[in-house]
C-alpha cells in the first residue's frame, strides 16, 4: 500500500480505526471520516501525520465528495475506498417486522444504506474521471446471511446489510471493465461501540462461545479485519471483485445452540 491513499468513513472508532492503523503501518495514508469531533481528535493523535481526519456526518451526500477531494487536496491521489459507517438503530425502533417503527425503518436505511450509496458513488465518480480503476470495500455484516433471530432480530438492519452486498456485487459486475473493484467483509459479533448492549448480556456471550468457536471461542476485535481491509484495498487483491467474505469466528457455519464437538 505504499503511498496509496485510502479514504475510510467511519474511522474514528472501531474497526474503522483499527483499519486506519493497518493501511498506515503499511505504507498508506488516509483520510478518515468520523462523526464525533472528540474521537476525531483522539484518532487524528493516533494516526499522526499520515493521516487527515474530518468531523463530518456520513449520511449527508457531501461528506463523501469532501472526503475524495480532501483526498486529492492533501495527499494528491485518491486510491481506495473503505465504508465502514453503520450501525444499530434499535433504540430508534429496528426489530422484528410487526414490532419495527417507521423511524426505525428510516434510520436504518439513511445510516446503513444511503450512506453507503453516497460514498461509493463518489469513489467511482472520482476512479472514472482519474481513468485509474480502483478498489472499494464496504462492510455489511453476518447477519445479511446467517441471521440469529433470538438475540439479533434487528429486520430493518438486516435488510440494510443485504442490501450493502447486493450492491457490492452488481456494483463489481458494472464496473469490473474499468478496473474499479468492489468487495465487502461480513464481520460476526465484534468489539466495537455498536456493540455495547450485546457484550453486556451474559446469555449472548455464552451464545457467542459456540456460535463463534474460533480462537476459543470469543467476541471479535476490531484487528481481526484490519489484515483482510488492507488486502481489499491494496493490489494484492487487483485480481479480486465481488466478493462478500465473513470474518466472523465461525459464526455463519455454526448452529450455536449446542456445545462444538470436540474429538
Not at 248 to 254: C, E, K, L
Request: net charge neutral; charged share 20%; proline share 4%.
Amino acid at each position: 500500500m505504499k503511498n496509496k491513499v485510502v479514504v475510510v468513513i467511519g474511522a474514528t472508532t472501531g474497526i474503522g480505526l483499527a483499519a486506519a492503523k493497518a493501511i498506515i503501518a503499511a505504507g498508506g495514508k488516509v483520510v478518515g471520516v468520523g462523526k464525533d469531533e472528540a474521537t476525531g481528535k483522539k484518532a487524528a493523535a493516533a494516526l499522526g501525520s499520515d493521516a487527515e481526519i474530518l468531523t463530518a456526518d456520513a449520511t449527508d451526500p457531501a461528506t463523501a465528495e469532501l472526503a475524495v477531494s480532501t483526498a486529492m487536496e492533501t495527499f494528491g491521489r485518491f486510491d481506495a475506498l473503505f465504508h465502514v459507517a453503520g450501525g444499530s438503530v434499535r433504540t430508534y425502533g429496528d426489530g422484528p417486522l410487526h414490532e419495527l417503527t417507521d423511524e426505525g425503518v428510516d434510520f436504518a436505511i439513511n445510516l446503513n444504506l444511503k450512506t453507503v450509496l453516497y460514498s461509493n458513488r463518489a469513489a467511482v465518480g472520482m476512479f472514472l474521471r482519474q481513468k485509474t480503476g480502483g478498489a472499494v470495500l464496504n462492510l455489511g455484516s453476518v447477519l445479511a446471511e446467517a441471521p440469529s433471530p433470538g438475540y439479533f432480530a434487528t429486520h430493518a438492519y438486516a435488510a440494510a446489510k443485504s442490501a450493502v452486498a447486493g450492491l457490492t456485487r452488481y456494483a463489481a459486475a458494472y464496473y469490473a471493465k474499468k478496473n474499479i473493484r468492489f468487495n465487502a467483509l461480513a464481520p460476526g459479533l465484534t468489539d466495537t461501540p455498536m456493540s455495547a448492549r450485546a457484550l453486556a448480556d451474559p446469555k449472548i456471550v455464552e451464545f457467542v462461545k459456540n456460535k463463534q468457536p474460533l480462537d476459543g471461542g470469543r467476541i471479535g476485535t476490531p484487528e481481526d479485519l484490519a489484515a483482510a481491509a488492507v488486502y481489499f484495498l491494496s493490489d494484492a487483491s487487483k485480481f479480486v471483485t465481488g466478493q462478500i467474505v465473513a470474518i466472523d469466528g465461525g459464526w455463519s457455519v455454526t448452529d450455536g445452540g449446542c456445545e462444538m464437538p470436540t474429538g
